[in-house]
């Protein structure tokens, strides 16, 4: 296993390449932000103010436009910059997937206060939640991928049904395996999200007999139709296109300002406090999966991003990496199970099923890995 030689992440990491210098992509492309001085911020801010002119609304007849939330730090900050910054009137909306840690309930339930501005809060019938959790565990080893569509096309029907064109997103994360280029401009599009964020797997794919999952539960997550969004003429933006994007920097302003706050207690798979509170499960079991297939996990994300945006050096990076990525998360797997009715050996059965060739393999009935501390050594 080879892994990058400025980051922690190994060369399966998904969507990435490592190349001749052992560099990967997601460090390439950073490279390249960081390499954008103030000016040519500056220039981009002003192309952001642009846009936002075009689409601002003229006479207070609609919203401005929409932003999803989940009232994490990064979406307290896109909501300061539009609301507070420029002034504008967006609609907040936010995807509710039912696991909400109670200080990301907090936090979210304190926007409309502290940001004084309006907020939908969608959530799918629970029911639905647990048996989606369950199906997408079997079939595709993720049991939040509920969440990864419902955020991505939820805001999606609402400018279509509330006739607001303008939709401004956060990160855009495909930069953070290297994909596309600052110059790229990356906007939203359904074949993106469908391939990545949906993992190729559309609502229909969701019916199932077996669970009891009908057409009628799952409205929520059908994107609009290209006829829809075409007429509407909907943007959908990537604000991290425009700012220079520090997490850390964000959870600080957004504390300061708003009372933002970090998880209660720490995390068991990483050593991030101020992300993902909006899902427990996304740091712990839904985690490990990532783990059990490809050998890394979030700890390894934080770390590698941490390293290049210069709060930690390598070998601290790795460090954590070592403390953290193995870590099978006792409280986040037994409230799981507990939640879906799953025992933990079946659990674990379908977990091993996933796991990738080209990181495991089966020594005295324990499964192995090669690891960063001893590529390095
Ligand atoms: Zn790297």
Redesign the pocket.
């Known amino acids: 296993m080879q892994y990058?030689s400025?980051?922690v992440?190994p060369e399966v990491a998904v969507n990435l390449i490592l190349d001749d210098e052992g560099?990967?992509s997601?460090?390439r492309v950073a490279e390249e932000y960081n390499k954008l001085g103030d000016e040519m911020w500056s220039t981009r801010k002003q192309k952001f103010e642009e846009l936002l002119d075009r689409y601002r609304n003229p006479d207070q007849s609609n919203y401005d436009c929409i932003i999803p939330v989940s009232g994490g730090k990064d979406s307290y900050w896109q909501a300061h910059i539009i609301k507070k910054e420029y002034g504008l009137n967006p609609l907040l909306v936010t995807y509710h997937g039912n696991n909400y840690l109670p200080e990301g309930q907090a936090n979210l339930d304190r926007m409309r206060d502290q940001l004084g501005v309006d907020h939908i809060v969608f959530g799918p019938g629970i029911d639905t939640l647990r048996k989606l959790n369950r199906l997408c565990f079997r079939k595709m080893g993720d049991m939040n991928w509920h969440a990864h569509a419902g955020i991505k096309i939820v805001p999606m029907i609402v400018a279509v049904r509330y006739r607001i064109p303008l939709v401004v997103w956060g990160e855009a994360t495909w930069t953070i395996a290297g994909m596309f280029s600052p110059d790229d401009y990356v906007e939203y599009n359904k074949r993106t999200v469908l391939e990545h964020d949906l993992r190729g797997y559309d609502w229909r794919r969701m019916i199932d007999e077996d669970e009891g999952i009908e057409a009628k539960d799952l409205l929520w997550l059908r994107f609009p139709s290209d006829r829809e969004f075409a007429d509407l003429d909907v943007k959908g933006i990537y604000i991290g296109n425009f700012f220079k994007w520090d997490p850390n920097q964000h959870a600080d302003l957004m504390r300061e300002l708003y009372g933002f706050e970090m998880a209660r207690q720490p995390f068991e798979r990483t050593y991030r406090t101020m992300s993902n509170l909006d899902d427990m499960h996304e740091n712990g079991i839904h985690d490990y999966m990532k783990f059990v297939k490809f050998g890394y996990g979030r700890a390894s994300d934080h770390a590698?991003k941490d390293i290049r945006d210069g709060y930690i050096d390598r070998d601290r990076g790795i460090e954590l990496v070592r403390e953290y990525d193995h870590v099978k998360p006792r409280r986040d797997l037994e409230r799981w199970l507990e939640y879906t009715g799953f025992t933990e050996a079946e659990f674990d059965e379908v977990a091993d099923g996933f796991r990738d060739a080209r990181v495991w393999r089966r020594e005295n009935g324990s499964w192995i890995k090669d690891n960063i501390w001893d590529a390095t050594s």
Request: charged content about 10%; some cysteine; proline content about 0%.
């Open positions: 990058c400025r980051c992440y560099v990967c997601s460090c590698a």
